[in-house]
């Protein structure tokens, strides 16, 4: 199993710059990847960005250009961030972490709120 704790939403100006994290620890050295999803009311989940062990990344349309995804590692957790920048009103969602095992599982986070307004 793995454990995911989000942190870093809050409320922000639009232009201005978040950076969330994940601290993921438990079974670790089965992560495949590791990634950011959004949901706003009334939409559905969707890809921000993720990465792989290997270092790979990928990123939603929504997040091109503007929002870099990194990641971490010790012995004892994988932390993966999520530097957002230009931040836009349209950007308001929940964002939750995800870990996805090399045998197919998938764990989410909690979730944690970003709100982008004047």
């Known amino acids: 199993q793995v454990q995911l704790v989000e942190s870093g939403g809050g409320l922000v100006q639009p232009g201005g710059s978040l950076r969330l994290s994940c601290a993921a620890s438990g079974s670790i050295f089965s992560i495949y990847a590791m990634g950011w999803y959004r949901q706003a009311p009334g939409k559905q989940r969707e890809l921000v960005a993720a990465i792989t062990s290997g270092g790979s990344t990928n990123y939603g349309d929504s997040a091109e250009g503007r929002f870099t995804i990194s990641i971490s590692r010790d012995n004892a957790k994988n932390t993966v961030y999520l530097q957002m920048n230009s931040l836009k009103p349209e950007d308001t969602a929940v964002y939750y972490c995800?870990?996805?095992?090399?045998?197919?599982?998938?764990?989410w986070g909690q979730g944690t709120q970003v709100t982008v307004s004047s």
């Open positions: 995800n870990a996805r095992m090399d045998f197919g599982v998938v764990y």
